[in-house]
Structure formats: C-alpha cells, structure tokens
C-alpha cells in the first residue's frame, strides 16, 4: 500500500483572520486567537465540469 505524503491545507480564521495550515488529525483551532471556526481558502486550480458529464452522472 502506497502512503502518499498528506499536503497541509489553508484555512482562515473566522474571527482574526489569521492563515492556519491543518494536516488530517490536527486541532480545529485557530493557531494565533483560538476560535474554533476556520475557512478553507480557495484552491488555485481551475476545476472545469462539462455541461454532459454533469447531465450523465444524474442520469
């Protein structure tokens, strides 16, 4: 079984707006104030759905 390395992923802070990096099994927890509510930041890549690829996975 291939374990692949696990990227950190971005959130913000819901009340200091700080930037938090989280891992899987981290703390919810702003690292700087720690309010407990974050937001994931956007992703920087382009994610593009076709129109038919969409319609085939309702039907």
């Avoid at 700080?18 to 309010?35: A, M, S």
């Amino acid at each position: 079984m291939d374990s692949q390395p696990v990227e950190p992923v971005s959130y913000i802070c819901g009340d200091c707006g700080q930037e938090n990096t989280l891992k899987p099994g981290d703390v919810i927890q702003c690292r700087e104030c720690g309010y407990r509510i974050l937001y994931k930041k956007r992703t920087r890549r382009s994610i593009n759905f076709s129109f038919y690829a969409f319609v085939t996975l309702l039907i």
